[in-house]
């Protein structure tokens, strides 16, 4: 299969540094002391647009005819595709046009405009714009550059692995690269394994936008009915196609990973460099720190590519929010205390000599009270096991809360006592797209029908924002709510079995 592409690399890697720098290949020193492993990170996030995809981008539009130049480019992308498109584009004097997801971080779309393309917003995801970006371009004669699909753009992302090879002092074990549509590790493991066939490849997904995983798995590709956009640099419903091929022949595992993890990885990569890399461009490390717990490694050479760092400001919070739970550094958890004098401080004594990172107590009624609390770890899981069974073992009714993203997102911010006079309350848990009049869209849809009884909202910079909703619905209604929700087009799951809803609000 290498040979196929032996050329188009060598040509890539002559032709790239036209715009992009040989990233860094920093060493981690104190994720490596945590870990007992040698790891490198490959600094992506280090070039101009900060982010590896201006590569392939450059590659492919450096080899267009002089009537596709004239005629312009045109590109479809949730941002770090889109700059570099730009920036190749610019570089060499060609029209060009980016079709951005209206729920495109801002920071990527105001990135895309200094760089003098044009912006147009248009649909809710990656497939709304490529579809519109498609017919734009056809329309308009413009030559479509795909992000990932195209041997050229594979060829082009190849040149990290070059350069990653060159600096290593000692050949590493395994690479790990974050996947989306497939083309950085495609590239990578080209020429990895045409070159090091002893080193590991390993591709890293966000667990809720695993389409290289579920197609490796199933052994063909796959649309997925839903993607999850926290990390929207890597999120798309379907691996490319000849991505995939390459991946199947040649990368050794894919592994998903969740929020949470990926969010201590941010938190990691900024500890070793001081940088903040995006949800994206955090998976790579994010997966190491997996397989190195999986396969209880030490003392190999790892390397993680930190793919990109374009990230709202905005999400900071959520982030480090999260990263404490992703690291097994908090746990929240609830529990019930008789309503008398000294059960309060009864539960503070049985908790231990640990830091209280939350409390919120809420009076139920005279013989009880609710309790919601994080607690800071310092030994992991184990000892927030040895935690809920020491609570257990005293009588205590405790629910362990860490992986619940009712409480996580929104129950831990809004803990304020029952609503005894409300009837037939469901609730349920949306995702709004981040446009306006979304709400009042769902509004007018609801009409009259049905009371909401409950509602709470969070976005931390996010293409979506997250809706705590109680709708007040007689039984007899059941069916036609149910109509309603399906004809919404976004993403809801009920919540009215919750506990900690049950615990505290219903």
Not at 84 to 102: D, E, Q, R
Not at 127 to 148: H, K, N, V
Not at 333 to 344: L, Y
Request: with cysteine; charged share 25%.
């Amino acid at each position: 299969m290498f040979e196929e592409y032996k050329s188009l690399i060598n040509a890539a890697t002559s032709r790239v540094y036209d715009v992009t720098s040989r990233s860094s290949l920093d060493y981690a020193g104190q994720a490596s002391r945590t870990l007992q492993n040698h790891i490198w990170l490959k600094r992506e996030d280090q070039q101009s647009v900060f982010s590896y995809k201006l590569r392939g981008a450059y590659n492919l539009v450096a080899t267009l005819s002089d009537e596709q130049k004239r005629n312009g480019v045109i590109a479809a992308s949730a941002g770090n595709h889109a700059q570099g498109v730009a920036l190749a584009a610019g570089k060499m004097n060609i029209n060009a046009t980016i079709v951005m997801p209206k729920t495109a971080p801002e920071i990527k779309i105001s990135a895309v405009r200094r760089l003098n393309a044009r912006v147009v917003l248009h649909g809710n995801t990656y497939d709304d714009a490529r579809i519109f970006a498609e017919e734009l371009g056809a329309a308009e004669s413009r030559t479509f550059i795909p992000p990932y699909d195209h041997p050229l753009v594979i060829a082009g992302q190849a040149t990290v692995a070059v350069e990653l090879l060159q600096q290593c002092e000692r050949q590493p074990d395994c690479i790990f690269v974050p996947v989306g549509g497939g083309g950085l590790i495609a590239g990578i493991a080209l020429h990895v394994k045409a070159t090091r066939p002893g080193v590991k490849v390993i591709g890293v997904e966000h667990d809720r936008a695993a389409s290289m995983y579920q197609a490796m798995k199933t052994g063909k590709r796959v649309i997925l009915d839903h993607v999850d956009i926290f990390a929207d640099g890597a999120a798309v419903r379907q691996a490319g196609e000849e991505t995939f091929r390459i991946c199947r022949e040649l990368v050794d595992e894919i592994l998903p990973v969740n929020v949470d993890e990926i969010c201590a990885a941010v938190k990691d990569i900024f500890e070793d460099t001081r940088s903040v890399p995006e949800p994206a461009g955090a998976l790579a490390l994010t997966g190491l720190k997996r397989y190195v717990q999986r396969e209880k490694s030490k003392d190999r050479q790892m390397v993680a590519i930190v793919s990109g760092a374009n990230v709202n400001f905005d999400r900071l919070r959520h982030i480090a929010e999260l990263s404490a739970l992703g690291e097994q550094r908090e746990a929240l958890i609830c529990t019930s205390i008789t309503e008398r004098p000294g059960s309060f401080r009864s539960l503070c004594h049985d908790l231990g000599a640990r830091q209280i990172t939350e409390f919120n107590y809420r009076y139920c009624d005279a013989e009880e009270a609710h309790i919601f609390v994080g607690v800071q770890l310092r030994h992991g899981v184990q000892e927030k096991n040895q935690l809920l069974a020491n609570l257990r073992d005293k009588g205590y009714q405790v629910i362990d809360l860490s992986s619940d993203e009712v409480a996580k997102m929104h129950i831990r911010y809004m803990i304020g006592g029952h609503a005894p006079n409300i009837t037939d309350e469901l609730l349920y848990r949306f995702e709004f797209p981040e446009r306006s009049g979304a709400l009042l869209h769902f509004l007018t849809q609801m009409g009259e029908r049905w009371n909401i009884s409950l509602f709470h909202y969070r976005n931390h910079g996010a293409a979506y924002g997250r809706v705590l909703m109680g709708i007040q619905v007689p039984p007899e209604q059941a069916g036609e709510f149910q109509v309603f929700l399906d004809s919404l087009g976004i993403e809801y799951s009920e919540e009215t079995s919750n506990p900690v809803y049950r615990m505290f609000l219903s």
